[in-house]
Nanobody
Framework: QVQLVESGGGSVQAGGSLRLSCAVS????????MGWFRQAPGKEREGVAT??????TNYADSVKGRFTISKDNAKNVYLQMNSLKPEDTAMYYC???????????????????WGQGTQVTVSS
């Protein structure tokens, strides 16, 4: 069973930055597709960024140029968020999918494991 634990959320003013971390329990996580998703109140969960087993990345249009997803050799995945906007306010979730090449894209059904989420609030 893969466990994902997010951290790094908080409150920040518009234009500020936050760095989210996701600690992954399973050593095989390096073979997984890792993704960050977010869900605002009253809205569906949406994909933000993914990183493949070969480190190739993909971003939602709404965050391109502002957010960066990365991972290290210690099974951690990160989301650096710069130039934050009020519309970035949401609960952010880390997710892992067994398809290492992220063939499911941002489809939530492609991800087998989810963290509990960390809240990001951006004020204007």
């Amino acid at each position: 069973q893969v466990q994902l634990v997010e951290s790094g959320g908080g409150s920040v003013q518009a234009g500020g930055s936050l760095r989210l971390s996701c600690a992954v329990s399973e050593y095989r996580s390096r073979q997984y597709c890792m993704g960050w998703f977010r869900q605002a109140p009253g809205k569906e969960r949406e994909g933000v960024a993914t990183i493949r087993s070969d480190y190739n990345t993909n971003y939602a249009d709404s965050v391109k140029g502002r957010f960066t997803i990365s991972k290290d050799n210690a099974k951690n995945v990160y989301l650096q968020m710069n130039s934050l906007k009020p519309e970035d306010t949401a609960m952010y979730y880390c997710a892992a999918g067994s398809s290492g090449f992220c063939s499911g894209g941002f489809g939530t059904s492609a991800y087998n494991y989810w963290g509990q989420g960390t809240q990001v609030t951006v004020s204007s």
